[in-house]
DNA sequence: TCAACAGTTTAGAATGGTTTTAATGTAATT
DNA sequence: AATTACATTAAAACCATTCTAAACTGTTGA
């Protein structure tokens, strides 16, 4: 449980002005339970139900790219014509349901570790990540 | 080298009607000395400058997902806002460097098996792919 | 060979997620 | 309180992708 005093320094110290649309988002994103995948759609559906409150989908957007870019969501690679979000920021793997177009994560041990033996000049590795298809297993 | 008869046989034998536009896709896409990454775009632009034939858009689009489906290309999953696809169907994973916005094959040897722990019942593993982000090292 | 059918291509329109615009509003600073 | 820089907003624009419906073509069987 974060206050929402807490929230308002959290986004001061990242240079973010603390207005009320952030707070709520803050609010609704970081306030749970668990970490929690979800679209910009689901997003504000959520921020419809859990207040009365209206956040412009424009906002919704910018505040959502902040929050990437600080570090407090991750984006996740998949090939679908939407993005998902994630409040895990932990390093951790995904199964994703095809049909039922639903992320589950994978904890660390579900996977193991995992060795990139290859590298290029230059560059270093920011993350790595797998992603795990599921389809129906008729039979 | 693969010939124009041994693309109609190979479209054929996959129910799929060899067609003026399928061929030369297939002639674009098969008929490489290396496997390659494309976007769409890419694509329409390559077929452009190699004959000076025109495809419809939305035929590349059908092609495409029909070759996908029958799997003669696999789509990589970037959070991106295009669709990347991949001549080489072999299983292997991918570096993605941020900066350049560039795929660079792994080889399986690269990365080493991956062992998933975790089932969810009455799914089963279609795909296994491994991100490798890469960015800029500064030191 | 040819007719008939089913599958395919096409241009253009529609769709839908995301970004931009430019006007209005608000937090921070003086 | 005034100023300034940053944020929010509705609506428009954008753009990758899909849909539509009419024209076209490969295939089949008589």
Same mark, same amino acid.
Not at 17 to 38: D, G
Not at 96 to 104: H, P, R, S, T, V
Not at 120 to 139: A, F, H, M, R, Y
């Given at each position: 449980m ?38 910009? +759609? ?6 419809? +139900? ?9 906002? @919704?957007?910018?505040? @959502? *790219? ?22 895990n920021?932990?390093? *951790? *793997? *995904? ?24 590298t ?9 990540? @797998? ?9």
């Open positions: 974060t206050t929402t005093v807490e929230f308002i320094s959290k986004l001061r110290n990242s240079g973010l002005r603390p207005t009320k649309q952030r707070i709520k988002i803050c609010e609704v994103l970081f306030n749970k339970e668990k970490t929690f995948h979800f679209t910009i +759609n689901d997003l504000v559906k959520i921020i419809e +139900n859990e207040a009365n409150e209206k956040i412009s989908l424009a906002t @919704v957007y910018n505040t @959502v *790219h902040a929050f990437e870019k600080k570090g407090y969501l991750k984006e996740i690679p998949i090939d679908s014509n939407q993005s998902y979000f994630d409040t920021i932990a390093d *951790h *793997h *995904h199964f994703y349901d095809i049909a039922e177009k639903k992320l589950i994560d994978l904890k660390q041990t579900d996977v193991g570790p995992i060795n990139i033996q290859k290029i000049p230059g560059k270093k590795i920011k993350s790595v990540e @797998v992603l795990v298809k599921l389809e129906t297993d008729n039979q």
